[in-house]
């Protein structure tokens, strides 16, 4: 009477994504709408601005030629290349790259490379909230273009589309999303005749794809190539979600989509409004607006707000999922989790966290004022998150892939130097407002490691107070407790454990029912875990059995699954004739060794004000008891 045991090797679900063409325009519109909107402001900020430098011939060639090796290396070398090779059953993202990297049984082992990967997903909630602030209000200002009696307006505006775009959040993407790729393509598609427009007007640019260009400028103006570095930057925020979103359409849509639309828009655009810099200086004040035709702006305005709306969504809908994945590997509470489509899993709704993104993107607007005072903010997060990708990618090259030192060292290194180069130059926007992102992956990354040492202490005080199962029915079996009709499933974190509820059950009530369950979920290392591998089945006594769920950190855990697998299994439990028993602790800081009084506190109120188990495993309400008992940490 036992299931599948393991629950290894398995691969994520595959849901048919369609025709290629059909896929590759879907990737169009959720992957690359936050890079597709850099030249909106990126080329801006390095002529123009507190930092900006001298525009002359040999500073746009230096910086177009800087733009164009940026793109190549880090975005269609290092990303598409290397970075997507790195799937965890077919699942990217920082945290599917650290779970990759450093196992479960090596965990303790690598705290330093642990924390490292846990401060890179956290840094992304900072990027999460300035990436709609700086790309709806960089296309808003295009209106201040066509008159000034725009200018009062700009920040209303952009609020009033930030509220709009959250508020919508809980309606899910399933409508709209098929609108994302057509858009996102007419889009590029206008991002290359503008750029071919300029180009035709002074096709010397060209000359800046040859790298001399790029090391001539920075051996030219190095302190002032520097800043300007941390501006070239803005060209590849955006990165990280190709690798992220590499789950949702496979690694070569979104290879196919960079290189045939994405890179030769970009590229274009770039070049083109280098050859307006070159034939019109005063244009630095916005160069992206200016390449289009007196007649055109305002249908390029309204494109350009609907493309950041587009990849506001896409980094949204990053971090509903990255949350997710942290909840489902023990490094968040559990939150409110809603499905916004019975087709998709992956679309989700976290209404705690959309409300807390829009509160801080708003206040960001507020307070910047600007784009381009945002943009100062701006890359810091992106451009160390990129530098822990690669420093994991190294873990990745030496354990999964079986490089050898003689290789993965030198191709490493190189592509760290370059992010390395990068982050340096970001460091130096601290004072202009780079603070923010740090600030608040630093609070998110102590957020998630609270809660994991928190976790780790509360299950070692339990486990200390409990008595393995076997034990428990050796103690009880002289006692011939009632046994009452029905079925109890006692939930637990560790399998070999016996469940406090259980415990205070027989202590204060005497009996036991027919059928007794001790029923333990556990979230395994993989996206997914395959239907037949999810339940474990296994009779420790007569009427006693232990169950053990498995799932992946892109699964959703659900009761009501768990028990029809059962059934599969040989074990009948009908959801209607179920008691659940669930421990609920009330969490008391102490002085004993753990965590510092203040964390302690801190977990204390993460676990109060986390989602009940009942909603989070789909457990019918008025089938609970909860027994509560008080944990010293």
């Known amino acids: 009477m036992a299931g599948s045991s393991g629950a290894g090797g398995s691969s994520p679900p595959q849901s048919g994504r369609g025709p290629l063409w059909a896929t590759l325009l879907t990737a169009l519109g959720v992957v690359y709408g936050d890079i597709g909107t850099s030249p909106l402001y990126a080329l801006r900020e390095c002529f123009h601005g507190p930092h900006a430098i001298e525009l002359t011939e040999s500073t746009v060639f230096g910086v177009l030629s800087l733009i164009v090796w940026a793109l190549a290396l880090?975005?269609?070398?290092?990303?598409?290349?290397?970075?997507?090779?790195?799937?965890?059953?077919?699942?990217?993202?920082?945290l599917a790259l650290t779970a990759l990297a450093?196992?479960?049984?090596?965990?303790?082992?690598?705290?330093?490379?642990?924390?490292?990967?846990?401060?890179?997903?956290?840094?992304?909630?900072?990027?999460?909230?300035?990436?709609?602030?700086?790309?709806?209000?960089?296309?808003?200002?295009?209106?201040?273009?066509?008159?000034?009696l725009f200018e009062p307006y700009v920040i209303p505006v952009t609020c009033a589309i930030l509220f709009g775009l959250f508020s919508a959040q809980k309606f899910g993407t399933a409508r709209i999303g098929a609108v994302f790729g057509p858009v996102i393509l007419l889009y590029f598609i206008v991002l290359a005749a503008l750029?071919?427009?300029?180009?035709?007007?002074?096709?010397?640019?060209?000359?800046s794809v040859h790298p001399y260009y790029a090391f001539e400028f920075l051996r030219t103006h190095q302190r002032e190539g520097f800043f300007v570095m941390g501006a070239v930057f803005l060209v590849m925020t955006g990165g990280e979600a190709l690798y992220?979103?590499?789950?949702?359409?496979?690694?070569?849509?979104?290879?196919?989509?960079?290189?045939?639309?994405?890179?030769?828009?970009?590229?274009?655009?770039?070049?083109?409004?280098?050859?307006?810099?070159?034939?019109?200086?005063?244009?630095a004040e916005n160069p992206f607006y200016l390449l289009?035709?007196?007649?055109?702006?305002?249908?390029?305005?309204?494109?350009?707000?609907?493309?950041?709306?587009?990849?506001?969504?896409?980094?949204?809908?990053?971090?509903?999922?990255?949350?997710?994945?942290?909840?489902?590997?023990?490094?968040?509470?559990?939150?409110?989790?809603?499905?916004?489509?019975?087709?998709?899993?992956?679309?989700?709704?976290?209404?705690?966290?959309?409300?807390a993104l829009l509160v801080v993107t708003i206040w960001l607007v507020l307070t910047f004022q600007s784009s381009s005072a945002l943009a100062s903010a701006y890359g810091i997060s992106v451009s160390t998150t990129m530098v822990i990708t690669t420093v994991l990618l190294f873990i990745v090259s030496r354990r999964v892939w079986g490089w050898s030192n003689w290789l993965a060292v030198p191709v490493i290194a190189f592509f760290l130097a370059v992010d390395l180069a990068f982050f340096t130059a970001n460091i130096l926007k601290l004072g202009w407002g780079g603070w923010f992102p740090l600030f608040a992956g630093i609070s998110v990354y102590t957020l998630m490691a609270t809660w994991r040492q928190g976790r780790r202490i509360l299950a070692d005080r339990l486990r200390s107070a409990s008595r393995s199962i076997q034990d428990f029915l050796l103690e009880i079996g002289p006692k011939k407790l009632v046994r009452v009709p029905g079925t109890a499933i006692f939930m637990v974190g560790d399998p070999e454990t016996t469940p406090p509820a259980l415990v205070h059950n027989v202590k204060h009530n005497k009996v036991l029912h027919e059928t007794m369950v001790v029923l333990t979920v556990l979230t395994e290392e993989i996206p997914h875990v395959r239907g037949q591998d999810r339940v474990f089945v296994e009779k420790v006594a007569d009427g006693f059995y232990r169950v053990i769920a498995h799932y992946g950190f892109m699964d959703s855990p659900n009761?009501?699954?768990?028990?029809?697998?059962?059934?599969?299994a040989g074990l009948d439990l009908r959801i209607e004739d179920v008691?659940?028993?669930?421990?609920?602790?009330?969490?008391?800081?102490?002085?004993?060794?753990?965590?510092?009084t203040w964390r302690e506190n801190v977990f204390a109120f993460m676990s109060r004000n986390a989602q009940r188990a009942t909603t989070f495993f789909n457990i019918p309400a008025d089938q609970v008891i909860e027994v509560g008992m008080q944990v010293e940490l």
């Open 102 to 148: 450093i196992p479960g049984k090596l965990r303790d082992n690598r705290p330093v490379l642990l924390g490292i990967g846990l401060f890179g997903a956290a840094l992304l909630y900072g990027d999460g909230v300035i990436t709609p602030a700086i790309s709806v209000l960089s296309a808003v200002e295009g209106l201040t273009l066509t008159t000034p």
């Open 292 to 355: 289009a035709p007196a007649w055109g702006l305002y249908p390029l305005i309204a494109l350009a707000i609907a493309a950041t709306v587009i990849a506001s969504q896409a980094v949204i809908s990053g971090v509903f999922s990255m949350t997710r994945q942290a909840i489902q590997l023990g490094y968040s509470p559990r939150l409110q989790i809603v499905h916004t489509s019975s087709r998709e899993i992956g679309q989700i709704y976290l209404p705690h966290v959309n409300w």
């Open 244 to 283: 992220a979103d590499m789950g949702h359409f496979g690694k070569k849509p979104i290879r196919l989509a960079w290189y045939s639309v994405v890179l030769p828009g970009l590229v274009l655009n770039y070049f083109g409004q280098g050859a307006l810099l070159l034939r019109n200086p005063s244009a």
């Open 579 to 596: 008691t659940f028993f669930l421990g609920r602790e009330t969490l008391i800081a102490s002085a004993r060794p753990g965590m510092a």
């Open 195 to 207: 750029g071919v427009r300029g180009i035709i007007d002074n096709p010397s640019v060209f000359k």
């Open 74 to 94: 880090t975005i269609s070398v290092k990303y598409m290349v290397l970075v997507l090779r790195a799937d965890n059953r077919g699942e990217g993202g920082i």
């Open 559 to 568: 009761v009501r699954d768990v028990l029809e697998r059962c059934r599969l």
